[in-house]
């Protein structure tokens, strides 16, 4: 399989505690109490089914009993955290790009800044020369826990987790909003897609990526469709242990994967990245498009 300067395209535990309260009798305030409660459900269940415009959908999952948190960002600052993130892939010279996927972006760092509690990550159609020396019609912006050169060691990797972000990707077409797991390795297979919207705002697809017992290149994908998701933000969602991989949205799993030689077992980078012209170019009207990140985390026994 390519090294990954190349993109193929493609929650926690389902038994997360639950509240219980206390069986009470009746009583003379029942109608009121009962308002309060009918209220209630209406407001969880409006933000559950559309998200919001600053906040994440509710979950209703969460991380394995037990499991710690051993990464995450809230994106609270002025800027962007350098000890956590990275602003390329690991072959970063000045910039960066998957140039077998014939991508139209230039990665570029001031692409991915932090203010108001949100990670942003911009694509402007400006063009940059590369130093690889080709001029590409956009710059855009990503995020990883990998190097900041080749050479360099990686900031954080994750083997096995529930991984999880609040994403709020842009309503333009032409753009490929994503999330995903990389090997340290710096070469795929494997890989894993928590999210990708390839070129559709429609269309979730989630993938994992393999080497079969003869060394080709395999790839397994899952779809969930819903045409409400530029509308606010989704927690889009990982859970990956040694014989599954479980995919969620807003806390409702869409996906899952138990064959063990489609499974990882490997250190992986986390990125998040905003592609252009994956697998469309976006129309002649768009000039800009922004994806934005309300907080990440990742989670472990």
Same mark, same amino acid.
């Given at each position: 399989?390519?090294?990954?300067?190349?993109?193929?395209?493609?929650?926690?535990?389902?038994?997360?505690?639950?509240?219980?309260?206390?069986?009470?009798?009746?009583?003379?305030?029942? @109608?009121?109490?009962?308002?309060?409660? @009918?209220?209630?459900?209406?407001?969880?269940?409006?933000?559950?089914?559309?998200?919001?415009?600053?906040?994440?959908?509710?979950?209703?999952?969460?991380?394995?009993?037990?499991?710690?948190?051993?990464?995450?960002?809230?994106?609270?600052?002025?800027?962007?955290?350098?000890?956590?993130?990275?602003?390329?892939?690991?072959?970063?010279?000045?910039?960066?790009?998957?140039?077998?996927?014939?991508?139209?972006?230039?990665?570029?760092?001031?692409?991915?800044?932090?203010?108001?509690?949100?990670?942003?990550?911009? @694509?402007?159609?400006?063009?940059?020369?590369?130093?690889?020396?080709?001029?590409?019609?956009?710059?855009?912006?990503?995020?990883?826990?990998?190097?900041?050169?080749?050479?360099?060691?990686?900031?954080?990797?994750?083997?096995?987790?529930?991984?999880?972000?609040?994403?709020?990707?842009?309503?333009?077409?032409?753009?490929?909003?994503?999330?995903?797991?990389?090997?340290?390795?710096?070469?795929?297979?494997?890989?894993?897609?928590?999210?990708?919207?390839?070129?559709?705002?429609?269309?979730?697809?989630?993938?994992?990526?393999?080497?079969?017992?003869?060394?080709?290149?395999?790839?397994?994908?899952?779809?969930?469709?819903?045409?409400?998701?530029?509308?606010?933000?989704?927690?889009?969602?990982?859970?990956?242990?040694?014989?599954?991989?479980?995919?969620?949205?807003?806390?409702?799993?869409?996906?899952?994967?138990?064959?063990?030689?489609?499974?990882?077992?490997?250190?992986?980078?986390?990125?998040?990245?905003?592609?252009?012209?994956?697998?469309?170019?976006?129309?002649?009207?768009?000039?800009?498009?922004?994806?934005?990140?309300?907080?990440?985390?990742?989670?472990?026994?």
């Amino acid at each position: 399989m390519r090294l990954r300067p190349r993109r193929a395209p493609g929650g926690p535990h389902p038994h997360g505690p639950h509240p219980h309260g206390r069986h009470r009798r009746p009583h003379r305030h029942l @109608a009121f109490w009962g308002a309060v409660f @009918a209220v209630l459900v209406i407001v969880l269940v409006a933000g559950d089914v559309g998200g919001s415009a600053r906040g994440p959908a509710v979950s209703r999952v969460s991380a394995p009993a037990g499991w710690r948190m051993v990464f995450h960002d809230e994106f609270d600052g002025s800027r962007l955290d350098t000890h956590r993130w990275t602003t390329c892939y690991d072959w970063n010279e000045r910039g960066c790009t998957i140039a077998t996927n014939n991508e139209l972006e230039w990665y570029q760092p001031g692409q991915a800044t932090v203010g108001g509690g949100v990670l942003t990550l911009t @694509a402007q159609r400006r063009a940059t020369r590369g130093s690889d020396g080709k001029l590409y019609p956009w710059v855009s912006g990503m995020v990883s826990t990998g190097r900041d050169d080749w050479y360099a060691r990686p900031r954080e990797t994750f083997t096995y987790g529930y991984f999880e972000a609040a994403v709020r990707i842009p309503p333009q077409a032409g753009m490929a909003s994503e999330f995903w797991l990389m090997p340290a390795s710096r070469y795929t297979p494997p890989e894993i897609d928590i999210m990708e919207f390839l070129g559709t705002t429609r269309q979730l697809t989630m993938f994992t990526h393999w080497r079969n017992a003869d060394g080709a290149d395999r790839k397994q994908r899952g779809t969930f469709d819903s045409a409400g998701f530029p509308d606010g933000y989704h927690v889009f969602a990982l859970l990956w242990e040694k014989d599954r991989l479980v995919w969620y949205v807003d806390g409702v799993e869409r996906f899952r994967v138990t064959d063990p030689e489609r499974i990882s077992h490997v250190p992986m980078e986390l990125i998040l990245n905003l592609a252009v012209g994956l697998p469309t170019t976006p129309p002649a009207d768009v000039g800009s498009a922004r994806m934005r990140v309300d907080w990440v985390r990742v989670w472990q026994p």
